[in-house]
């Protein structure tokens, strides 16, 4: 067996262009959405991610806004800036790059966003919404996840998904979105013991610890769906997940690549969460 690849830039490009038929469906309204991108200090891979952030919101018919400032900046200055994106009509989404320069509390800065324009969904209130089963805004790595599964019909009633990985960015709100759809949902991480006698009994697993070969074939029950959520380097310095993918792709049904796999998912559910805060808004 061969596991079919799913194609984030597939998938991205087709979500895309009904976030760009929706937006223009607000415009004829006089509503254009739109998200403001903060950037503190000059991190490489910020620089990187927030310059794609923009892109797509242009190329998709939203409006953005760019806001650069030294590192040097202020907690204070910050907050004061959040505050005004706030109080801003022409803003619908909010969104702090992570991480902030150390002397600012980036969990404080997270919880002066508004919840309404809350796009990242990292705020206590989307968590709570999360949680409960709210509306709310997802956080878009895994709401990406969930839009893959759904792209290839699979029902996950039932079924058993293991996420390896307990972050509050991807790890913790992606097992309350497998719950919501009644999957019976087991949370792994770093101090978990035998950690491939949980995966082999898994039909969906989820790899997020942003550390290399985490999973391997023999971890692997034939037939299962592997999303991998990590961003690493081989020693090629070339991109690659935390899935031995090679060999994991002669064993599952289905797998994401690294690169063109959840990535582009990530910026498109921004593009999708900030669409629907600007529809919110116009109501």
Same mark, same amino acid.
């Given at each position: ?37 903060v ?55 909010i ?26 969904g ?36 039932g079924?058993?998904?293991v996420v ?5 960015? /991807? ?13 019976t949902v087991? /949370? ?54 935390? /899935? ?9 049904s ?30």
């Amino acid at each position: 067996m061969t596991a079919q690849i799913i194609d984030g830039n597939a998938l991205s490009k087709q979500l895309r262009t009904e976030v760009a038929t929706r937006a223009e469906a607000l415009k004829a309204k006089g509503v254009t959405p739109g998200l403001a991108v903060v950037l503190v200090g000059d991190n490489p891979a910020s620089q990187v991610y927030v310059r794609n952030k923009v892109k797509a919101c242009e190329d998709s018919g939203l409006h953005s806004v760019l806001e650069k400032y030294e590192a040097t900046m202020t907690e204070a200055d910050l907050l004061a800036r959040v505050e005004a994106l706030n109080n801003d009509p022409g803003i619908h989404g909010i969104l702090v790059q992570l991480p902030l320069p150390a002397h600012i509390d980036a969990q404080k800065v997270i919880e002066a966003v508004s919840p309404a324009k809350d796009v990242d969904g990292f705020h206590i209130a989307s968590a709570g919404a999360l949680m409960t089963g709210m509306p709310g805004f997802w956080p878009c790595t895994p709401y990406g996840c969930m839009k893959m599964l759904e792209s290839i019909g699979y029902e996950l009633r039932g079924k058993h998904a293991v996420v390896i990985g307990r972050s509050n960015i /991807v790890g913790k709100p992606m097992a309350l979105m497998l719950l919501q759809k009644d999957a019976t949902v087991t /949370v792994a991480h770093s101090r978990t013991q035998n950690l491939k006698a949980l995966t082999l009994q898994a039909d969906v697993i989820v790899a997020a610890v942003g550390k290399r070969n985490v999973l391997t074939a023999d971890m692997v029950k034939p037939g299962a769906v592997v999303l991998d959520v990590g961003m690493n380097r081989n020693d090629e310095g070339k991109l690659c997940g935390d /899935v031995d993918f090679e060999g994991v792709k002669q064993v599952a049904s289905h797998i994401t690549p690294v690169p063109g796999g959840v990535g582009p998912m990530t910026i498109t559910m921004l593009l999708v969460n900030t669409l629907e805060a600007a529809e919110r808004a116009s109501k």
